[in-house]
Structure formats: structure tokens, C-alpha cells
């Protein structure tokens, strides 16, 4: 079971690395990019294709709690 939520982690991020870089390529088509509004969304779009690369292909290892010393 843990080996296909990885699976689906992995995936997942390279929809949203996908997704991030689309609309990257979807401002700098569409408007002047002087405007505020679109720096500010091209920014979060890069930083978020940012994160969603280094996550690329990783899953989350599950926590394991520290060993109790007797």
C-alpha cells in the first residue's frame, strides 16, 4: 500500500510541476507583463513549479516516532 501512495505522490507532483509551468507560459503569452497582478501570479506559479520540483518523484517518508531508551 505504501509503495502505491508513493507512486500516486510522485505522479501528482509532476501534475502540479506541469500545471505550475503552464501558467507561467500562460502569462507571458497573454498579458503585459508590467501589471502587479500578473508579476505577482508569475512569481507564486515559479515558486510553486520550484517546490513541486524538488518533491518531484519523492513521497513523504512517514514519521517514526524515537526509540525509548530503558
Known amino acids: ?3 502505491q501512495s ?3 505522490a510522485a ?6 510541476l506541469d500545471q505550475s509551468r503552464r501558467t507561467i507560459e500562460k502569462l507571458d503569452l497573454g498579458v503585459a507583463s508590467n501589471d502587479s497582478k500578473v508579476k505577482k501570479m508569475k512569481s507564486e506559479a515559479k515558486a510553486q513549479a520550484n517546490t513541486a520540483a ?10 517514526v516516532p ?3 531508551r530503558v
Open 11 to 16: 505522479k501528482r507532483n509532476t501534475s502540479n
Open 54 to 63: 524538488k518533491t518531484k518523484g519523492k513521497a513523504k517518508k512517514p514519521r
Open 1 to 3: 500500500m505504501a509503495r
Open 6 to 8: 508513493s507512486r500516486l
Open 66 to 68: 524515537p526509540k525509548k
